[in-house]
């Protein structure tokens, strides 16, 4: 079979990579074509790699909008190349901005189209729940909860798992011990807490503010905030100012194996804090219009996946306008050492990674997609 595969993202890259490791064990005659970056590369062949996220990837409306000559002029070339290489099936990865245009296109010029890592249309912009119905042949969801949103809206998504578990569980055997990472990054023998602040400038500049102002609140704690690589230590240390914080850069679950706690900004965090078994604060500042009207705009009643696949408020969700930081205490209290949520909630986060599903999950997924094609094939002759 001819693949091809579209990622627009690092973790697009990430799980991108996994599932054509797991196509060419399902499918030891496979061939490649992709859009991605290094990992996939690196396991589909360099020559195959078409363009790089790096070059893709436009965060925010203003470079959207700055861009919006470029992004043209790449589908206009991702197209070209998918109708040259006619493979026998595009699955898009996540990037739905991007793919989901090319999934329209895919279906209107007779191209097979699997859509892995479905946008999350249950959070924002629901009406994409109409053009995956018309455009997408098989959906391939990575949340639990998932399955009944789409069944609801008309689809049959396929589930196998989450692939975050086999991204920890590869990850797991190298993270440093607690005396390791302290010795490698200078700090104190305090217990840690872990701040994952966000990955966008945006998140960082409304979240770590109050953050710093939390983390006085806790002396006998070390506070280490996770910087991402592609945003600048200044830009941290700027709201870090008249705190005790400590900066790490592209440490993200090294910092977090080592915590006793941790205080999150929502997102994929969340759910990676939790499948490492960290109790959690989840806190995310936004406008004061935001908070107001997230119950009417919103049509899922939380906001982190922690709650989402739970189906049940697990980690509490602080969110706010203002720098208030009340209620971020008094739940943070509860889930350090000797808090009274604490012990709830890591047999709460066993559960959650129970029903992601165990390792292996990219191989689930490959078999799925090629007994699919198969059968599909097959039927055609």
Same mark, same amino acid.
């Given at each position: 079979?001819?693949?091809?595969?579209?990622?627009?993202?690092?973790?697009?890259?990430?799980?991108?990579?996994?599932? *054509?490791? =797991?196509?060419?064990?399902?499918?030891?005659?496979?061939?490649?074509?992709?859009?991605?970056?290094?990992?996939?590369?690196?396991? =589909?062949?360099?020559?195959?790699?078409?363009?790089?996220?790096?070059?893709?990837?436009?965060?925010?409306?203003?470079?959207?909008?700055?861009?919006?000559?470029?992004?043209?002029? +790449?589908?206009?070339?991702?197209?070209?190349?998918?109708?040259?290489?006619?493979?026998?099936?595009?699955?898009?990865?996540?990037?739905?901005?991007?793919?989901?245009?090319?999934?329209?296109?895919?279906?209107?010029?007779?191209?097979?189209?699997?859509?892995? *890592?479905?946008?999350?249309?249950?959070?924002?912009?629901?009406?994409?729940?109409?053009?995956?119905?018309?455009?997408?042949?098989?959906?391939?969801?990575?949340?639990?909860?998932?399955?009944?949103?789409?069944?609801?809206?008309?689809? +049959?998504?396929?589930?196998?798992?989450?692939?975050?578990?086999?991204? *920890?569980?590869?990850?797991?055997?190298?993270?440093?011990?607690?005396?390791?990472?302290?010795?490698?990054?200078?700090?104190?023998?305090?217990?840690?807490?872990?701040?994952?602040?966000?990955?966008?400038?945006?998140? *960082?500049?409304?979240?770590?503010?109050?953050?710093?102002?939390?983390?006085?609140?806790?002396?006998?704690?070390?506070?280490?905030?996770?910087?991402?690589?592609?945003?600048?230590?200044?830009?941290?240390?700027?709201?870090? +100012?008249?705190?005790?914080?400590?900066?790490?850069?592209?440490?993200?679950?090294?910092?977090?194996?080592?915590?006793?706690?941790?205080?999150?900004?929502?997102?994929?965090?969340?759910?990676?804090?939790?499948?490492?078994?960290?109790?959690?604060?989840?806190?995310?500042?936004?406008?004061?219009?935001?908070?107001?009207?997230?119950?009417?705009?919103?049509?899922?009643?939380?906001?982190?996946?922690?709650?989402?696949?739970?189906?049940?408020?697990?980690?509490?969700?602080?969110? +706010?306008?203002?720098?208030?930081?009340?209620?971020?205490?008094?739940?943070?209290?509860?889930?350090?050492?000797?808090?009274?949520?604490?012990?709830?909630?890591?047999?709460?986060?066993?559960?959650?990674?129970?029903?992601?599903?165990?390792?292996?999950?990219?191989?689930?997924?490959?078999?799925?997609?090629?007994?699919?094609?198969?059968?599909?094939?097959?039927?055609?002759?």
């Amino acid at each position: 079979m001819r693949y091809y595969l579209i990622a627009g993202e690092p973790s697009g890259d990430l799980h991108g990579s996994n599932l *054509i490791r =797991g196509l060419k064990r399902e499918d030891p005659a496979a061939k490649f074509r992709f859009w991605g970056g290094d990992l996939m590369a690196e396991a =589909g062949g360099k020559e195959n790699l078409r363009k790089h996220y790096r070059e893709t990837s436009f965060f925010g409306i203003v470079q959207v909008l700055k861009n919006l000559g470029t992004i043209r002029r +790449q589908m206009e070339e991702c197209r070209r190349d998918v109708a040259q290489y006619r493979p026998d099936v595009l699955i898009l990865i996540d990037y739905p901005g991007f793919n989901m245009k090319m999934a329209e296109w895919a279906h209107k010029n007779g191209i097979r189209t699997f859509y892995y *890592i479905a946008p999350k249309v249950w959070a924002w912009r629901e009406w994409r729940v109409k053009s995956i119905r018309k455009y997408v042949d098989r959906l391939f969801i990575i949340f639990p909860f998932e399955k009944e949103y789409f069944s609801k809206k008309g689809l +049959q998504p396929i589930f196998e798992g989450n692939p975050l578990v086999d991204a *920890i569980e590869a990850r797991r055997p190298g993270l440093p011990s607690a005396e390791e990472f302290r010795q490698r990054n200078s700090l104190d023998n305090r217990p840690i807490i872990a701040l994952l602040a966000g990955s966008r400038r945006g998140e *960082i500049r409304d979240n770590l503010p109050l953050m710093a102002l939390l983390s006085r609140k806790f002396p006998d704690h070390q506070f280490v905030v996770a910087g991402v690589p592609w945003i600048e230590r200044p830009l941290y240390e700027q709201y870090m +100012q008249g705190s005790d914080i400590r900066y790490v850069c592209n440490q993200t679950y090294e910092t977090l194996a080592v915590a006793e706690a941790a205080v999150v900004t929502s997102g994929t965090a969340t759910l990676e804090c939790a499948l490492l078994g960290i109790p959690e604060v989840v806190v995310y500042r936004t406008l004061w219009f935001q908070v107001k009207l997230q119950p009417y705009v919103l049509s899922v009643k939380w906001v982190s996946l922690v709650n989402l696949n739970l189906q049940r408020e697990s980690v509490a969700e602080i969110i +706010q306008s203002d720098l208030d930081i009340t209620r971020a205490e008094r739940e943070l209290r509860a889930i350090v050492k000797g808090g009274e949520k604490r012990q709830r909630m890591i047999d709460d986060f066993a559960e959650l990674k129970r029903i992601m599903g165990g390792t292996g999950v990219a191989d689930r997924f490959a078999r799925r997609m090629t007994s699919i094609l198969r059968e599909e094939t097959a039927c055609k002759n």
